[in-house]
């Protein structure tokens, strides 16, 4: 009989060479193969190509407690990802040195980098992709018009390795993973040459149930059990957690009620008046879902929203969760768990009726229009034109993350975001000046002060902030608003 046990990871990775592509997942530090990485940064194998969701530097932990894609830095030829780095921290500044030193990073969307792992897996030739139209992604790739809908090509990812962090396997590879560990996982494995899974536990053939059975043997070459005390444990990670619970931003930024820090503006002769709070605007756009509607929220107000979206809104997240719980807050972070974590990085708690899938899977979800999204903005043209990843400061200098898709594919696209800059400069204008996420997606705005509905005929306001009168808007809105018949004021 096949055994496809490995005794070490050194072992496992020992034929890698210079020059090899590995596919290796990380949402944060959840589904990611540790002990992988750090075995082959000691082999000290060069010119990578690397594969990975999130390109995300360790802030605060050593390598010796967390060990990151981002440790494979020093010899990588090439990365192909959609998020590097943290937007709030600088987003992909910290691998600026490297591409000066010839580093190539492509940057992708999450589900495109899905999609194409699944063509890579499935011996396709390519997809034709409508996310990235008139946006970075689109630069150099061939455009294809299909039933009068205009395409991009992108070429499938087949590479020589997959490193995969799975929960159980038995001694023919046959995998189960965790909550939300499954990712990209099982397209990284169906795609490679070579599949090297580390594990918590391996048992012998015929214990794993074959109805929980998420990876099929045939698509795993080699498998490793994760010792006791070795990187990824729960052990270890209960102990991470804990530390997150001391550190006071990663305090703020994964068990706090999100806040926005906004300042009063100055409007002619008014002189100095409020705006809406964070709470106000995720509490007004939650009004615009029911009971059966299922939503995807993003970071910062649109998390927010959880708090107040009616009874029955059924959540999803872009890594893999439908009908999740609520947020685990900072008053019981005890309850946090690796394996319940959502797109943004907040931990969540399971509940009845919760199902969890693979990424390829999120993203039919996502793209096929059966998803209402709230996210947040930098601008929004008059057309609808959404951009919401990037300042401008090169294409490093955001994240693109699952934006792109859920702009292009969900069945209602909400903003919610202060009305202006910091600096008192329109965010809602004639065209965005920043890159664009996606073209014509907007559905609706609601901001600081209002509440502005995206219509073929132009910007049409329908409600404002209680004290402020449509022309107060309208100062401090780049395009002409139509101003509702029966325009009412926000309800606090």
């Known amino acids: 009989m096949l055994n496809k046990v490995f005794n070490s990871f050194d072992e496992a990775v020992a034929d890698i060479a210079d020059g090899a592509s590995i596919a290796m997942e990380s949402w944060g530090v959840a589904a990611t193969p540790q002990n992988l990485i750090a075995a082959i940064r000691r082999k000290g194998v060069k010119d990578l190509t690397i594969i990975t969701h999130n390109f995300v530097p360790l802030i605060v932990f050593s390598e010796e407690e967390i060990t990151m894609p981002t440790a494979l830095l020093p010899v990588l030829k090439k990365l192909i990802t959609p998020v590097v780095g943290i937007q709030r921290l600088g987003a992909g500044a910290f691998v600026k040195e490297y591409v000066d030193k010839g580093l190539e990073v492509e940057l992708t969307s999450h589900g495109t980098l899905a999609s194409r792992l699944y063509a890579g897996a499935a011996g396709l030739g390519g997809i034709y992709n409508p996310v990235g139209l008139g946006t970075i992604l689109e630069e150099g790739k061939e455009k294809r018009v299909i039933n009068g809908k205009e395409y991009l090509f992108e070429n ?50 015929g214990e794993i149930d074959p109805e929980h059975v998420v990876t099929p043997g045939i698509f795993v070459d080699r498998i490793v059990r994760i010792p006791e005390g070795g990187l990824g444990t729960h052990q270890k990670t209960k102990e991470i957690i804990s530390q ?48 059966g509607d299922y939503a995807n929220l993003g970071f910062g107000i649109p998390d927010l929203c959880a708090l107040y979206i009616p009874e029955g809104v059924i959540f999803q997240s872009e890594n893999g969760v439908l009908g999740y719980g609520p947020l685990v807050m900072e008053d019981e972070i005890e309850k946090a768990e690796w394996h319940y974590v959502a797109a943004g990085g907040r931990f969540f708690t399971p509940v009845p009726g919760m199902a969890l899938f693979d990424v390829v899977t999120s993203f039919a979800m996502i793209r096929s229009g059966r998803l209402i999204t709230i996210m947040g903005a930098l601008e ?38 202060e009305h202006t800059t910091k600096e008192g400069k329109p965010k809602i204008v004639k065209e965005c000046t920043y890159p664009l996420t996606a073209r014509e997606c907007v559905d609706l705005i609601v901001t600081d002060l209002a509440v502005i509905e995206v219509t073929p005929q132009g910007l049409l306001l329908k409600e404002v902030a209680p004290g402020w009168t449509a022309e107060e808007v309208q100062v401090l809105t780049e395009p002409k608003l139509i101003v509702a018949p029966d325009l009412g004021e926000i309800e606090l």
């Open 156 to 205: 499938p990812i087949s590479p020589d390795y997959a490193f995969i962090r799975g929960y159980k396997a038995d001694r023919l590879g046959n995998l189960v993973y965790r909550g939300t560990y499954r990712t990209d996982q099982p397209a990284m494995a169906m795609a490679a040459k070579v599949t090297i899974a580390e594990v918590d536990e391996i048992v012998e053939v």
């Open 244 to 291: 997150l619970g001391e550190i006071e931003i990663a305090r703020k930024i994964l068990f706090r009620t999100t806040e926005v820090d906004r300042s009063p503006d100055l409007v002619e002769g008014r002189g100095i008046k409020p705006r809406l709070e964070a709470q106000t605007i995720a509490m007004r756009a939650a009004r615009e879902l029911k009971d």
């Open 380 to 417: 929004v043209s008059v057309k609808g034109d959404l951009a919401n990843w990037n300042t401008g400061g090169g294409a490093l200098g955001g994240t693109i993350g699952g934006g792109m898709d859920l702009a292009v594919g969900a069945e209602r696209v909400i903003i919610t975001m």
